[in-house]
């Protein structure tokens, strides 16, 4: 029973690490595309 818990707990720990990767990427992202420079001749 104590290595169904743990295992759980492992799997629960892991996902939270995996949203939370994702997140900071997509803040990066969205940071990178506010702060990109607008290329020559785009008319901008």
Do not use: F, N
Not at 5 to 14: H, S
Not at 19 to 39: C, G, K, M
Request: charged letters at 20%; aromatic letters at 4%; a negative charge.
């Amino acid at each position: 029973m104590k290595k169904i818990l743990l295992v759980a707990l492992a799997a629960i720990g892991g996902l939270l690490v995996y949203r939370q990767i994702q997140a900071d990427r997509a803040e990066q992202d969205l940071w990178t595309e506010a702060t990109d420079s607008v290329p020559a001749g785009s008319g901008v």
